[in-house]
């Protein structure tokens, strides 16, 4: 035997002995900052306890490659798994502080089942701090990789192929439900605000808590309405605003999620039910500036207002009132801007409402509700 066949069959065995034929996640051999490189992930080989990981999802133009962390608590006692992803949209971050957080305070000891928690799942739109899938990574904001999922990794362009990627090799297999992190985009802000889809989804925004529960047939290619028509119960939970680590906000989603695993008996002890109970609606109302200029807010988040009340004022450069904006229903505002630069047609405050002829129920969305095609 040639000496370069007998390296390579060494190699083979050494890498066949730390990573035997039946173990599903697949290793590149390759490490970062001491955690090992995947291609694949499959919770069921890992061992009981942390393990930190590095995903490489696809590459770059340069040829080397975008990556994305993983961070598996997998306790002593059996029990279902639950994935917990943030950073979709790269200028949204309370949800990476919420999942930092959280693993690194439980104990595998008293876990049932296995979190899998991706703190930044857009690795380039982090990078440049924009909402969309910067593919040509000179900071313009592309794709919206929360309309992609779940991807294609054969046919598609780079951010499909990215969605994909995630799709395939981390979410689908290590999830019995999902909970995905966002917060408002840049120059608003939300409460906590939770949409559910489904009747199980509902359930899990009980657990969760928010200001604001959503009954929403979704948008085609989010996280959470792919994952459910998959059979993996899933909701999105909006955290205020972006480009922050809001320590209340963080504070109030660890309590909600740290519920939903009491709930599902990942966790003991009794959920925390000392914030109030959650405002639910099936309507959402935009309303929209007239002119452009300098808008002064006139409500705050969660307040109840009445139709005809005034909710914003829009001034020119000089300060003078050029426009009076006010609700056109009765509702609980669920979002505001938080920028005074208004352009004509801008969103300067979002209502919820409740209707009983609402395409949704308080229990979940019927299956002919169709889902709002993405753009």
Same mark, same amino acid.
């Given at each position: 035997?040639?000496?370069?066949?007998?390296?390579?069959?060494?190699?083979?065995?050494?890498?066949?002995?730390?990573?035997?034929?039946?173990?599903?996640?697949?290793?590149?051999?390759?490490?970062?900052?001491?955690?090992?490189?995947?291609?694949?992930?499959?919770?069921?080989?890992?061992?009981?306890?942390?393990?930190?990981?590095?995903?490489?999802?696809?590459?770059?133009?340069?040829?080397?490659?975008?990556?994305?962390?993983?961070?598996?608590?997998?306790?002593?006692?059996?029990?279902?798994?639950?994935?917990?992803?943030?950073?979709?949209?790269?200028?949204?971050?309370?949800?990476?502080?919420?999942?930092?957080?959280?693993?690194?305070?439980?104990?595998?000891?008293?876990?049932?089942?296995?979190?899998?928690?991706?703190? $930044?799942?857009?690795?380039?739109?982090?990078?440049?701090?924009?909402?969309?899938?910067?593919?040509?990574?000179?900071?313009?904001?592309?794709?919206?990789?929360?309309?992609?999922?779940?991807?294609?990794?054969?046919?598609?362009?780079?951010?499909?192929?990215?969605?994909?990627?995630?799709?395939?090799?981390?979410?689908? $297999?290590?999830?019995?439900?999902?909970?995905? *992190?966002?917060?408002?985009?840049?120059?608003?802000?939300?409460?906590?605000?939770?949409?559910?889809?489904?009747?199980?989804?509902?359930?899990?925004?009980?657990? *969760?808590?928010?200001?604001?529960?959503?009954?929403?047939? $979704?948008?085609?290619?989010?996280?959470?309405?792919?994952?459910?028509?998959?059979?993996?119960?899933?909701?999105?939970?909006?955290?205020?605003?972006?480009?922050?680590?809001?320590?209340?906000?963080?504070?109030?989603?660890?309590?909600?999620?740290?519920?939903?695993?009491?709930?599902?008996?990942?966790?003991? $002890?009794?959920?925390? *039910?000392?914030?109030?109970?959650?405002?639910?609606?099936?309507?959402?109302?935009?309303?929209?500036?007239?002119?452009?200029?300098?808008?002064?807010?006139?409500?705050?988040?969660?307040?109840?207002?009445?139709?005809?009340?005034?909710?914003?004022?829009?001034?020119?450069?000089?300060?003078?009132?050029?426009?009076?904006?006010?609700?056109?229903?009765?509702?609980?505002?669920?979002?505001?801007?938080?920028?005074?630069?208004?352009?004509?047609?801008?969103?300067?405050?979002? *209502?919820?409402?409740?209707?009983?002829?609402?395409?949704?129920?308080?229990?979940?969305?019927?299956?002919?509700?169709?889902?709002?095609?993405?753009?």
């Amino acid at each position: 035997m040639k000496l370069a066949h007998l390296l390579t069959a060494t190699a083979l065995i050494a890498a066949f002995s730390l990573h035997p034929a039946t173990a599903q996640t697949v290793y590149t051999g390759d490490r970062m900052d001491g955690a090992a490189v995947i291609d694949r992930l499959d919770v069921s080989d890992l061992p009981a306890g942390l393990t930190r990981l590095y995903f490489r999802v696809t590459d770059t133009s340069i040829g080397q490659g975008w990556f994305v962390p993983v961070i598996v608590v997998k306790g002593a006692k059996p029990g279902p798994k639950l994935l917990l992803t943030a950073g979709i949209h790269g200028d949204e971050l309370n949800g990476i502080a919420v999942l930092q957080k959280l693993a690194h305070d439980l104990d595998p000891q008293t876990l049932s089942g296995t979190l899998v928690a991706i703190p $930044g799942l857009n690795t380039p739109g982090l990078l440049h701090s924009t909402r969309g899938f910067t593919a040509d990574e000179i900071g313009t904001n592309g794709d919206n990789l929360n309309r992609t999922m779940p991807g294609d990794t054969e046919n598609g362009g780079p951010s499909s192929r990215y969605a994909g990627r995630l799709w395939k090799q981390l979410f689908i $297999g290590n999830a019995d439900f999902a909970v995905d *992190l966002h917060t408002q985009s840049r120059g608003g802000a939300y409460p906590g605000y939770v949409f559910a889809q489904t009747s199980a989804a509902r359930k899990m925004a009980d657990a *969760l808590r928010p200001d604001v529960i959503g009954m929403d047939a $979704g948008i085609e290619g989010t996280v959470e309405n792919m994952l459910n028509p998959a059979g993996i119960p899933a909701v999105t939970y909006e955290l205020g605003a972006p480009e922050t680590f809001d320590a209340a906000m963080v504070a109030r989603a660890l309590r909600g999620v740290r519920n939903l695993m009491i709930d599902n008996k990942m966790l003991t $002890g009794q959920m925390d *039910l000392s914030d109030p109970a959650p405002f639910v609606g099936n309507v959402v109302t935009d309303i929209h500036s007239p002119r452009g200029g300098w808008a002064h807010v006139a409500v705050k988040l969660g307040d109840k207002v009445k139709k005809g009340q005034t909710v914003a004022v829009v001034a020119n450069p000089f300060g003078d009132a050029i426009a009076t904006i006010t609700a056109p229903i009765d509702g609980q505002v669920l979002s505001l801007s938080t920028d005074p630069r208004t352009e004509p047609g801008d969103m300067v405050v979002r *209502l919820m409402s409740w209707s009983d002829s609402g395409i949704c129920t308080r229990d979940g969305c019927p299956d002919t509700a169709q889902m709002v095609k993405a753009h």
